[in-house]
């Protein structure tokens, strides 16, 4: 089994930054895409950023040049520096993984248990 624990969310006012953290552990082989999703009260979940295990990153128009994701290969750890927040960001954030489990299976989606983030205005 593949597990995914969140860290960093919090409380913050309108401006400021957080970081969240998330560790995957487990059965892992390898890891494909991690990324960062979030989901406001009573909206859809919606992607935040990405990053492929090659490095290349795919964010969201609302945060694009406010939030950076980075990602640890060999720690199997994927991060989101949130810079200039604003109170539409406000949700639970999810971190996810596509994971391979083997190197001759496929590989499925793995999600944490998310965090929560409010920013004040």
């Known amino acids: 089994q593949v597990h995914l624990v969140e860290s960093g969310g919090g409380l913050v006012q309108a401006g400021g930054s957080l970081r969240l953290a998330c560790a995957a552990s487990?059965?892992?082989?390898?890891?494909?895409?991690m990324g960062w999703y979030r989901q406001a009260p009573e909206k859809q979940r919606e992607l935040v950023a990405t990053?492929?295990?090659?490095?290349?990153?795919n964010y969201a128009m609302s945060v694009k040049g406010r939030f950076t994701i980075s990602r640890d290969n060999a720690e199997n750890t994927v991060s989101l520096q949130m810079n200039s927040l604003i109170p539409e960001d406000t949700a639970v954030y999810y971190c996810?993984?596509?994971?391979?489990?083997?190197?001759?299976?496929?590989?499925?989606?793995?999600w944490g248990q998310g965090t929560q983030v409010t920013v004040s205005s």
């Open positions: 990053i492929s295990n090659t490095g290349i990153r």
């Open positions: 996810n993984a596509d994971v391979s489990l083997t190197w001759y299976g496929g590989s499925r989606d793995y």
């Open positions: 487990g059965r892992i082989f390898s890891i494909n895409a």
